[in-house]
């Protein structure tokens, strides 16, 4: 899976920093990534439901390679965006 698309909206709130969604493949979008700053750190939060977990179905989890993949294409999209017009 490869994430081909990225697309941020920066929010200004306490701790939340923006929404994203991001496509894999061309055919699978993930809306509403929730990016979190704390500090220098970031951690993603993607959207879920409690009926979801209940039934055990797909989740992302920050062990996964995936994961990891969709955060270093957010993070650069949000360093690209916000940071690399204006010169860091």
């Known amino acids: 899976m490869k ?3 990225v697309r941020v909206r920066r929010i ?24 979190y700053r704390k500090g220098a750190d970031f951690t993603l939060r993607f959207p879920n439901s409690e009926n979801a977990k209940q039934n055990n179905q797909f989740s992302i989890l920050a062990e996964d390679s995936l994961y990891k993949e969709i955060k270093a294409a957010v993070l650069k999209q949000i360093d690209s965006y916000f940071y690399g017009e204006k010169g860091g």
């Open 12 to 35: 200004y709130g306490k701790g939340l920093y923006a929404i994203a969604s991001v496509t894999i493949d061309g055919e699978l979008t993930i809306n509403d990534i929730k990016v």
């Open 3 to 5: 994430v081909t698309s």
